[in-house]
């Protein structure tokens, strides 16, 4: 993915992106690797106020905490 990242732009100058995906989703539908249906989730870690109780005055139970790292 980085190289297709790095050429983003020649790519997009030529209408060569539609052309680059429709390849890779041919090779990982012969692989059956291609999904059709699923979920995405982002994990992504955000730095936030150690602060875990909602507007109630009470921890909110779909809140969790995390550590990224040793951080």
Partial sequence: MTTLLRF???L???ALTHRVF???NASLAE???????GTIVDATIVMTAPFTKNKAKQ????MKQTRKGNQ
């Fill in 8 to 10: 983003r732009h020649p």
């Fill in 12 to 14: 997009e100058k030529h």
């Fill in 22 to 24: 429709e390849e890779i």
């Fill in 31 to 37: 692989q059956g690797l291609f999904m059709r249906k």
């Fill in 59 to 62: 921890r909110d139970p779909e």
